[in-house]
């Protein structure tokens, strides 16, 4: 099956997998699975390996539905390990509601939305958005305690903050892919300050959709406002000695400094010995795995070193689940880039090219909702957006780059079951399936909207 058939196939997947997963109640994981298979099988992908003329191997379902379960652990797995264990250490120690403490103090006890979600925007400029999310998620759930504000507006908060930057903003890969690709890469600088601006509009409709969402939608770890100060108080109590702030920042600040500091370098250009250390301690991986180190010492300090084997035991417990329905939406987006959706796409562009700089946004959009990953439908559209540039009227650098940020806007746009962000934000917030897609995938067709319409607006006054 190709071209349109193929694409209805597709949004028929998507609609049998959201009843699957929350009207009949079958385990995301197995609903993912079956509709991966279901779609490999509609798009004629071989049942197994097949050996062409040219000597090349075309990789049959089975092959690609392994390649994608493992690409996903290869790319986030141990991320997600590692970012747990440091959140529960942080949450045994106290550390936590100490970081929630200083945050109070820095913005007041009446904002912690919007701090929170500027916490994410900032950290998501060197830091992939599921990672931060998994960073930031025991502040966030500290926070939620220490002030009873809904549970739902802060998860949606830090969430959109963090896709925010990480679409428009360099050094994350998908900004610096796409406008390398579009032929701007000697004009980062212009990149990072045009998705500054165009960070605007998105962080506003968030905030206020994530306050609109926070009175609609309840999760497991709300807290009643009349037990706020009780249980705060008691939680104080319980832990006896709260660590240092310096002891508690450093699991959470010392990961992003060295992938800030990775970035900046590689960025750069530099090389030698030195370079290679830093860009191999800040891989998120080893940059977590440092994080490990510090939280480590940080549980050692407060005396309770006997407690770490529970610790790495609960958090592998706790991550378990998490793990394989992430896994399972790297299946079905290897699927989906596997089939001739995306070929089909690129092969009549040209029709859409009246839309101007909307037809980068919804080509984005398309791909995005497709496979899942943001990067790859970033780099994906700059390469089918690229040769159009001129075509499209998009002739000097600026131009280019309001097309590299419309691209950006069109990756937000939605996250839902085959994309590895939508699982990590419900899993670690307490979100059902269901009201996963009330919060982040609706919320992030918001951000989606709120972007474009700012970049259209600027399109029409820059040139």
Not at 196 to 209: E, H, K, R, T
Not at 346 to 370: E, N, Q, R, W, Y
């Amino acid at each position: 099956m190709t071209g349109l058939p193929l694409i209805f196939a597709f949004w028929l997947a998507i609609v049998i997998m959201i009843v699957m997963i929350s009207k009949l109640r079958i385990h995301p994981f197995i609903s993912i699975m079956l509709v991966s298979l279901g779609l490999g099988l509609a798009a004629g992908i071989p049942l197994v390996d097949h050996k062409l003329d040219n000597g090349t191997v075309q990789h049959g379902l089975a092959t690609i539905i392994g390649q994608g379960f493992s690409g996903t652990f290869t790319s986030i797995g141990i991320v997600i390990i590692l970012g747990a264990m440091i959140g529960t250490v942080l949450e045994k120690t106290g550390g936590a509601l100490k970081l929630a403490d200083m945050m109070i103090r820095l913005v007041g006890k009446t904002k912690p939305v919007i701090a929170v979600q500027l916490m994410g925007w900032v950290v998501s400029i060197p830091v992939f958005c599921d990672s931060g999310f998994v960073i930031l998620s025991p502040i966030r759930k500290a926070l939620v305690r220490r002030t009873a504000v809904s549970a739902v507006a802060m998860t949606f908060a830090l969430s959109s903050g963090l896709f925010i930057s990480h679409v428009f903003i360099p050094p994350t890969p998908g900004p610096i892919a796409a406008a390398s690709t579009l032929g701007i890469g000697d004009y980062l600088l212009q990149v990072i300050g045009l998705g500054l601006l165009c960070s605007i509009f998105p962080l506003i409709a968030g905030y206020f959709y994530a306050r609109w969402i926070g009175t609609k939608v309840q999760s497991k770890d709300e807290v009643q406002p009349d037990e706020a100060t009780k249980s705060y108080t008691a939680l104080i109590a319980s832990y006896g000695k709260l660590p240092s702030g310096l002891s508690t920042l450093a699991p959470i600040v010392v990961p992003i400094a060295l992938m800030a500091l990775s970035s900046i370098v590689t960025m750069a250009g530099m090389t030698g010995l030195s370079v290679e250390v830093i860009r191999f301690l800040g891989t998120p991986i080893i940059a977590l795995g440092v994080g490990m180190v510090f939280a480590t010492m940080q549980l050692f300090s407060v005396g309770r070193s006997e407690e770490f084997y529970a610790i790495c035991n609960d958090s592998l417990m706790t991550v378990g689940p998490i793990l394989f329905i992430t896994a399972a939406g790297g299946v079905l987006g290897k699927v989906i880039a596997t089939s001739d959706m995306v070929k089909y796409i690129s092969a009549h562009a040209d029709v859409f090219g009246g839309l101007g700089i909307f037809f980068p946004f919804l080509l984005s959009a398309v791909l995005k909702t497709a496979q899942g990953s943001s990067t790859v439908a970033m780099i994906t559209t700059a390469g089918i957006i690229a040769p159009l540039l001129t075509v499209l009227g998009f002739d000097t650098p600026l131009q280019a780059t309001l097309v590299c940020m419309a691209i950006g806007a069109g990756a937000m746009t939605v996250s839902h079951a085959n994309d590895s962000y939508f699982w990590v934000v419900s899993e670690f917030s307490g979100l059902t399936p269901d009201q996963g897609y009330r919060v982040q995938t609706m919320g992030t067709l918001v951000l989606g909207i709120a972007a474009m319409v700012e970049i259209a607006l600027l399109s029409m006054v820059l040139r």
